[in-house]
C-alpha cells in the first residue's frame, strides 16, 4: 500500500526561480491538502483541494503561489519567483473525505532559497 | 491567533514513565485528532477524538476531550525509546470541518 509521496524530497532553488512541488495521494483518496511547516512550528494550512476543484485556498498567499490536482496525475503546488521566506517544509497530505477521516501525510519537501 | 496550543512545548521523561500532553483550543469542534512526527518525516495520525465523545483508548494511548474547557490531553503510557517525537493535536472547526488547524507541538525525548 503506498502512501502519499511527495518529490524531490529536497528542492534548492536560487531567488525568482520557480519551484514545483509534486504529491501523489493514497490511491482512492481524492481530498488533497497542502501544509507548510517551519522549524520547530506546527503545520500551517495552505490549500486543499478535490479533483480539479480548488475548495480552500484561505491559507495561501495570493500572489506567486497556485495548486492543482487534476483530474490525471498528481497535486502541484508551485511557487513562483521565490523568496528565501518561502524556506521550509512543504507537505501534502490526502483523506478519504468526510468529517472525521484522519489525513494521510507524505514526508514532505524540504525547499530551501539560496 | 493560534487555534490548537500544546502544552508543555519539550518533554522530557525516562524510559518506562508516563507522559502527558494537553491542547487547548479556542473555537467549537467537529473532532480534535493527535498525530506524531518523527525529525524530518510526515505526520503519523495517531487518535481521533469526536466533540460528543469524553475518552478514547488505542494500544498505550488514551485521549481525553473536554469540550467545556475546550481541552484535550494524550497520555502516552509505559513510554519507549521509540516514542521520541513532536505530538500535534489538531481540531476540525465545525465550518470547514475537512481543514485541520495544527498546534505547534510538544517534543518529547524518551531517555533509555
Known amino acids: 500500500n503506498a502512501g502519499v509521496m511527495q518529490n524531490p524530497r529536497h528542492l534548492v532553488r536560487r531567488r525568482g526561480q520557480e519551484a514545483r512541488l509534486r504529491c501523489s495521494p493514497v490511491?482512492?483518496?481524492?481530498?488533497v491538502y497542502w501544509y507548510r511547516q517551519l522549524p520547530e512550528e506546527g503545520l500551517k494550512f495552505m490549500v486543499y483541494l478535490q479533483k480539479e476543484n480548488i475548495i480552500d485556498e484561505s491559507g495561501m498567499p495570493k500572489e506567486r503561489f497556485s495548486a492543482e490536482f487534476p483530474k490525471e496525475g498528481p497535486s502541484i503546488l508551485r511557487i513562483q519567483q521565490v523568496v528565501r521566506g518561502d524556506s521550509a517544509a512543504y507537505f501534502c497530505?490526502?483523506?478519504?473525505?468526510?468529517?472525521?477521516?484522519?489525513?494521510?501525510f507524505g514526508n514532505g519537501t524540504r525547499l530551501t532559497v539560496t | 491567533s493560534q487555534q490548537g496550543e500544546e502544552d508543555p512545548q519539550a518533554l522530557s521523561i525516562q524510559e518506562g514513565e508516563n507522559a502527558t500532553m494537553n491542547c487547548s483550543y479556542k473555537t467549537s469542534i467537529n473532532n480534535l485528532q493527535w498525530y506524531r512526527q518523527n525529525s524530518g518525516r510526515g505526520l503519523v495520525h495517531l487518535i481521533l477524538i469526536r466533540s460528543n465523545e469524553r475518552e478514547k483508548h488505542s494500544g498505550r494511548l488514551r485521549v481525553t476531550l473536554d469540550t467545556s474547557k475546550k481541552s484535550s490531553s494524550l497520555l502516552i503510557t509505559a513510554s519507549r525509546a521509540a516514542d521520541t517525537a513532536s505530538y500535534f493535536c489538531a481540531t476540525a472547526l465545525i465550518q470547514g470541518a475537512q481543514k485541520l488547524v495544527f498546534g505547534q507541538g510538544t517534543r518529547l525525548t524518551i531517555n533509555p
Open positions: 490511491k482512492g483518496h481524492s481530498h
Open positions: 497530505a490526502s483523506s478519504r473525505g468526510g468529517e472525521n477521516s484522519p489525513l494521510h
